[in-house]
């Protein structure tokens, strides 16, 4: 038998509640849909305590209660009570309450929402495509934003294999099945940053397939938008101009976008504005200057086996320049 002290049980219990916290927990709801599932999750908790409770009583008694005590827990009725008729009821009457959560989420994606982002899972990242201020289809990746307040129509594709959206502070996880469309309504209900994850093993960087929820104020996100759907800025300095040749030199534009340059491959993500991203690789790697540099050289260490081949070729002050491009691209 394994021994453990009251210390480890207390450090355990502490390390199983910071996991419950922070930035990708369904315990910290954010959005209208994990609102409405957080309760499930608490009821179902605390029935499943209470019963655990009642069992360890009964067996207590069983085992050293008084006589008379143990004598009364002997009869047929514990078994027809206690194993039977309890057993159904609590489970039919918690299994009717989740039915009635889920059918609450599946009317809300019934709803109209306003505006629409589809969103691609690829091999190992995500596309991103809002509908611009005029309509227009914008192009982004690896980060869903969202006006707090305002009911947005997700659209979940796959090119590939299955995939599955969650991000749990917002909302349930929904599959991505290839030749499908499945739709949800995300509303966030404050300002912040959320993480999500893929949540079905789609093989090799699966674990590495994530992304950041990004709610923002309507008036704060319109402008992003507005930003968002403006082509590529130009090169503002030396470095960057040596940057962006660099760029085009090296064949990057074989894989990715740049839109307003000749870079317009999607086989990759969209660069266009990668430099105000919160993360490179599906949230592999927080975004700073450095972060592009090291992607470039290293990826296949920072997120092994992704599609991107890494360079080495380049030298420090090549990485930099490309670096100093990439980050401009705001
Ligand atoms: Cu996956």
Known sequence: MIRVGRGGLLLALAFAATGCSGVQSALSPSGVEALTIDPLFWTSTWVGVVVTLMVVVVVAIALYGPKDWRARLGGNWLVVGGGIVFPVVVLTGLFIYGLLVMQAGALRSQEAGEGTVTITGKLWWWEVIYSGPNGEEVVSANELRLPVGRAVRLRLLSDNVIHSFWAPQIAGKLDMIPGRVNEVVFEATKPGVSRGQCAEYCGGAHALMSFYVVAMEEAEY?????????????????????????????????????????????????????????????????????????????????????????????????????????????
């Open 222 to 330: 319109a402008a992003w938008l507005q930003r968002e759907a403006q082509p590529a800025r130009e090169p503002a300095t030396p470095e960057e101009t040596r940057g962006r040749d660099l760029f085009f030199a090296n064949g990057c534009g074989a894989c990715h976008q740049v839109r307003g340059t000749e870079a317009r491959s999607l086989i990759g993500p969209d660069l266009t504005h990668v430099g105000s991203r919160l993360s490179l690789g599906a949230a592999a790697l927080e975004n700073d200057p450095q972060a592009f540099a090291r992607w470039i050289a290293d990826n296949q260490h920072i997120k092994p086996e992704n599609l991107m081949p890494p360079f080495r070729q380049f030298s420090d002050e090549e990485l930099s320049a490309l670096a100093a491009y990439l980050d401009s691209l705001e």
